[in-house]
């Protein structure tokens, strides 16, 4: 069965502050999403990858960098954290990123920006 | 762009009552629509897809029919339990952008 960790499952920082966020996939899947979800607006896309030293703009993406260094493992990183980006960050991988594939998803970072 | 719109954004039902939650969309081209389900404390799960014009999705007695004419692809149970009570997300996939675009999400609970 799929299987998409993160670590950590919260995390509490200052404003200004530097977070990092990771996931790791075993499921050998080429495509890698992060995403934001708030009240109100769902899911939203951050960055995604297609493959280890690949990135991809997503929807929202002001405000975070991303890195994928192999296959399994995809970071989101806060440089300077702001109290906006309080929110519960979801990693997701697919065998197919052409819109037509089923995504599965990690338990979910609980991230506070004080 | 593309978008999906989830006219409900919270539905409150009794035990074997029958459950629909409203999903329309708007996509160029040929969107594949999916359904997805987030119980507390974890991550969304699939629950089911269609990618053509009337074909059935279905999934732990949901079901979805993809209508191109209205652009809808609504979530019906027709007797919903009480572990049914979660977030029901709708969801686009596009072959023109590689990527999904979610509705704003469903909270669905269900009193025994």
Same mark, same amino acid.
């Given at each position: ?6 670590? &950590?499952?919260?995390?509490? $920082?200052? $404003? ?22 708030? @009240? ?20 929202? &993406? ?20 702001? &109290?906006?980006? @309080? /929110?519960?960050?979801?990693?997701? /991988? ?12 990690? &338990? ?7 | 762009?593309?978008?999906?719109? =989830?006219?409900?954004? =919270? ?7 029958? !459950? ?17 389900? =987030? ?5 969304? =799960?699939? !629950? ?15 079901? *979805? ?9 609504? !979530?019906?149970? *027709? ?34």
């Amino acid at each position: 069965e799929a299987a998409v960790t993160q670590s &950590p499952r919260n995390k509490v $920082t200052v $404003t200004g502050g530097n977070v990092t966020l990771s996931c790791r996939q075993t499921n050998s899947h080429n495509y890698m999403y992060w995403y934001r979800q708030d @009240t109100g607006h769902g899911l939203r896309l951050i960055h995604y990858s297609y493959g280890a030293g690949n990135l991809q703009i997503g929807d929202v &993406p002001d405000g975070y960098k991303a890195t994928r260094t192999t296959q399994e493992d995809f970071f989101l990183l806060l440089e300077l954290a702001s &109290p906006s980006q @309080t /929110s519960l960050y979801f990693c997701a /991988s697919s065998d197919e990123g052409l819109g037509y594939a089923e995504q599965f998803f990690g &338990p979910g970072t609980r991230l506070t920006v004080l | 762009g593309d978008s999906v719109t =989830q006219t409900e954004g =919270q539905v409150a039902l009794s035990e074997e009552d029958f !459950l629909t939650i409203h999903c329309n969309y708007s996509a160029s081209g040929y969107p594949a629509l999916f359904w997805y389900v =987030q119980y507390p404390g974890e991550g969304p =799960q699939f !629950l089911f897809r269609a990618s053509r014009d009337k074909e059935k999705g279905s999934s732990r007695g949901f079901e *979805a029919t993809y209508d191109k004419g209205t652009t809808s692809f609504h !979530l019906r149970k *027709a007797s919903v339990q009480e572990s049914d009570s979660a977030v029901y997300y709708c969801a686009l996939g596009n072959t023109g952008n590689y990527k999904y675009v979610f509705g704003a999400g469903t909270r669905l609970k269900v009193i025994a």
